[in-house]
C-alpha cells in the first residue's frame, strides 16, 4: 500500500481509452442504474419492513410503508428473554478488544519482520505465509478442547485471546508490507540518536503507519462483528450472546411470527458496518484493491 | 529483505570483553524476538499445537469426556465408503463452488469493464455495488434472505404481479441451493473493486495503438483486456473458491441449522460443525477437517499447475 498503489486505486481512471458515444453511453448508465436498484433494493426493503406496520410487510412490495411506526424496533428490542442492548454490548466488547490485540500484536510481529534482523527471520515469516492458508477447521476442536479445560468456554476469551497473540496472520502480512514502504533513513537516523528498537516501532512506525493500522482495525472490526461460528461455539449462556447470536435465536424462536422486530434488528445489527463503510469506504477499497481481501 | 535489514539495538560497536557470548547473541537477535513473541506463543499453541492434536484426533474417537480411543483408520474409511451424509455434503458444496463463483466473477468483471472507461459517477456506483459485499456476511443478511425466498416470500409477490406463482425456493430440495447461489453472486463487489484496481494497469496506449490498427472494441477486448487481466482473474478465482469451500453462516441461517431440505444445502463446514459440536464425534469431525483441507489444498495445487497454460505473466 504504497504511495503509488494508493494513487492508482484512488485516483481518476487515466484518459479513456475511446470514449463512448451519447447513446452508448446512456445504456451503459441505465445498466448500471438498473444494476444498483436491483442490489440495494432488498436491503432497502428490509429497512422498510421494519418499520411498516405489521400487517403490512408481506403484502407490500413497495418501498414506502404507508405509515412509519418504530414499534417493531421496541418489540424486536426486548423481543427475548434478554434484551438486544446486552447483545450489542458483548459484541461490542468483543469487537473492540480484537481490534485492539489485532493492532498491538500483528504490528509488533510486522516490525519484526519488516525492519529486525534475527537468525531465522525468513524461516518465519515463511512460516506466517503459511498459516494464512490453513482452513481453521483443523485447529477448530483441539483449540476447543485447550479452551474447554482452561475453563474458558462461556466467556470472551477464547474469542479475544488469540487476537492478542497475531492469530490474524493477514494482518501481519498487510502491515510488514506497509513497513516496508516506511524510508529506512528515518529508524537509520533515530538509531544514531540512540533510539533502540522498541521506541522505533513506538515513536517512528506507529505514527507513520495510521492508515495501514486504521485499515487492520476497520476490517478487524468488521470481521468480528459479523463473525457467527466463534460466538455459535464458544458462548452458550444467553448472556453472553453476540448481535449475530441473538439474530439467529430470534430467527428460530419467532419462526415467522414477528418478522417486524426480526428485520428492525436486523437493520440495527448492520448499523455499525455501515457507519464503517459511509465514513471509511475510501480506507475499505484500498485494503481490498491492494491486498486482495476477499471481503 | 535479508540484505537491507538493520540490525537495531546492538548498541555501540566495540563492547566491554567481559560481556559474554549469551549476551552479544541475545543483543543482535533478542529484539527480534522479543517482537516477534506473541506470534510465537500463538503459532506454537493455537496453530502448530493443535494441528498436531487434530491430526492424531482423526484416527480416534473422542467425545470430549471420556479419553481419545485409537481407531486406526477407521474415521477415514467411513468417510470413503460408508458415510452418504458426508456424500451429500461433498456435491452440495462442490454444486455451490461450480455455480456460485463463475457467475459472481463474470458479474464482477463485466461491472468492472463498465466502470472502467471513464463513466461519470463512477464512486457512487462502486460504492452501491460494494455494499453487499461488506453486509453480506452477516446474520442480517442471510435472515433477510430467508424472508426473501420464502414462499410467501418478497420474490414471490414480485413474480405474483407477473402472474407467475413462485414455489417456496428456501424449502424446495431444488432449490435451495440456488438462493445461496444468488446471495454468493450479490456479493461481487470485492472480486469488482479488485479487478477495477487490475484494469486501471493496463497501459492506454495499448487500446490506442490498437485503434490506430483498427480493432474493434470487442477485438481489444479479447486480446488485450483479457489477457493481461488473467493473473487477476486467477487470483480471483482462487481467492473466491476457497472462500465458497468454507462457507458456513447462510447455509446454517436459512435452513436452521440442519442443512436441509433433504441435505440440500449442507455445506461441508455445517456438516462438520454438525458431527464435532452436535453429536460431539471430535474424532471423527476432525477426520473430516483434514478431508478439507485435501481437498481445498488439491483444488490450489490444481489451479496453479493449470494456471501456467492459461494465465498471462509478461515478465
Avoid at chain 2, 18 to 29: K, V
Wanted: proline share 6%.
Amino acid at each position: 500500500m504504497t504511495d503509488a498503489t494508493m494513487s492508482l486505486v484512488t485516483a481518476p481512471p487515466p484518459a479513456p481509452p475511446g470514449r463512448r458515444g451519447p447513446i452508448g453511453s446512456a445504456l451503459v448508465h441505465a445498466a448500471l442504474i438498473a444494476a444498483s436498484i436491483a442490489m440495494i433494493y432488498p436491503l432497502l426493503w428490509m429497512i422498510s419492513a421494519s418499520v411498516r406496520p405489521e400487517d403490512e410487510i408481506f403484502a407490500s412490495t413497495s418501498l414506502s410503508p404507508s405509515s412509519v411506526d418504530f414499534s417493531s424496533y421496541l418489540r424486536g428490542w426486548f423481543g427475548l428473554d434478554v434484551s438486544f442492548g446486552r447483545f450489542f454490548w458483548n459484541s461490542l466488547v468483543i469487537a473492540v478488544l480484537t481490534v485492539i490485540g489485532n493492532v498491538v500484536a500483528c504490528s509488533l510481529a510486522a516490525y519484526a519482520f519488516a525492519r529486525l534482523r534475527f537468525a531465522g527471520r525468513n524461516f518465519w515469516f515463511a512460516i506466517m505465509l503459511g498459516t494464512m492458508m490453513v482452513p481453521y477447521h483443523v485447529t477448530l476442536i483441539p483449540q476447543y478442547v485447550l479452551f474447554l479445560d482452561l475453563g474458558w468456554v462461556n466467556t470472551f476469551l477464547p474469542l479475544v485471546v488469540p487476537k492478542f497473540l497475531a492469530s490474524d496472520a493477514f494482518f501481519i502480512f498487510l502491515m510488514v508490507q506497509f513497513f516496508r514502504g516506511i524510508p529506512r533513513e528515518l529508524d537509520e537516523a533515530a538509531m544514531m540518536d540512540g533510539c533502540g528498537a522498541w521506541r522505533i516501532y513506538w515513536k517512528i512506525m506507529l505514527p507513520l503507519s495510521l492508515p495501514v493500522l486504521a485499515t487492520a482495525a476497520i476490517f478487524s472490526f468488521i470481521w468480528t462483528w459479523d463473525d457467527f461460528f466463534g460466538p455459535l461455539i464458544y458462548l452458550n449462556d444467553m448472556n453472553s450472546y453476540t448481535i449475530q447470536l441473538g439474530l439467529r435465536t430470534f430467527v428460530d424462536s419467532s419462526s415467522t411470527s414477528d418478522w417486524g422486530g426480526l428485520f428492525a434488528m436486523s437493520t440495527l445489527s448492520l448499523v455499525p458496518v455501515f457507519f464503517f463503510f459511509l465514513f471509511f469506504q475510501r480506507l475499505l477499497i484500498e485494503g481490498i484493491a491492494t491486498t486482495g481481501m476477499k471481503r | 529483505m535479508q540484505d537491507t535489514a538493520v540490525t537495531v539495538g546492538t548498541g555501540a560497536p566495540s563492547r566491554p570483553a567481559a560481556q559474554g557470548r549469551l549476551a552479544r547473541i541475545w543483543a543482535r537477535h533478542g529484539a527480534g524476538y522479543m517482537f516477534l513473541l506473541p506470534w510465537l506463543i500463538g503459532f506454537f499453541g493455537l496453530t502448530l499445537g493443535p494441528a498436531i492434536a487434530s491430526l492424531y484426533l482423526s484416527f480416534t474417537n473422542f467425545d470430549l469426556i471420556r479419553a481419545p480411543e485409537w481407531v486406526g483408520t477407521a474415521n477415514y474409511a467411513r468417510i470413503a465408503t460408508a458415510d452418504p451424509k458426508f456424500a451429500a455434503a461433498v456435491k452440495v458444496t462442490f454444486l455451490y463452488v461450480v455455480l456460485s463463483v463463475p457467475f459472481k466473477l463474470a458479474f464482477a468483471l463485466l461491472v468492472a469493464i463498465l466502470l472502467d472507461r471513464g463513466v461519470r459517477g463512477l464512486t457512487v456506483y462502486r460504492a452501491i455495488f460494494y455494499l453487499p459485499s461488506l453486509l453480506g456476511g452477516s446474520v442480517a443478511i442471510a435472515v433477510l434472505w430467508r424472508q426473501l425466498f420464502a414462499g410467501d416470500g418478497l420474490i414471490n409477490s414480485l413474480l405474483a404481479r407477473f402472474g407467475i406463482e413462485g414455489p417456496s425456493w428456501i424449502s424446495h430440495p431444488d432449490y435451495s441451493i440456488w438462493t445461496l447461489v444468488v446471495l454468493s453472486v450479490w456479493q461481487f463487489g470485492s472480486p469488482m473493486i479488485i479487478f477495477l484496481a487490475g484494469l486501471r494497469q493496463i497501459p492506454t496506449d495499448m487500446y490506442e495503438a490498437a485503434s490506430l490498427d483498427g480493432a474493434s472494441k470487442f477485438r481489444q477486448f479479447y486480446k488485450i483486456t483479457l489477457p493481461l487481466l488473467t493473473p487477476v482473474i486467477f487470483f480471483n478465482a482462487v481467492v473466491q473458491t476457497i472462500d465458497a469451500f468454507k462457507a458456513f453462516t447462510p447455509a446454517f441461517i436459512i435452513s436452521g441449522g440442519t442443512g436441509g431440505p433433504i441435505n440440500s444445502t449442507l455445506f461441508y463446514t455445517l456438516y462438520l460443525y454438525q458431527e464435532a459440536f452436535g453429536n460431539f464425534r471430535m474424532g471423527y469431525a476432525s477426520a473430516l477437517a483434514w478431508i478439507l483441507v485435501l481437498i481445498i489444498g488439491l483444488f490450489t495445487a490444481f489451479s496453479f499447475l493449470t494456471s501456467r497454460y492459461w494465465v498471462h505473466y509478461d515478465d
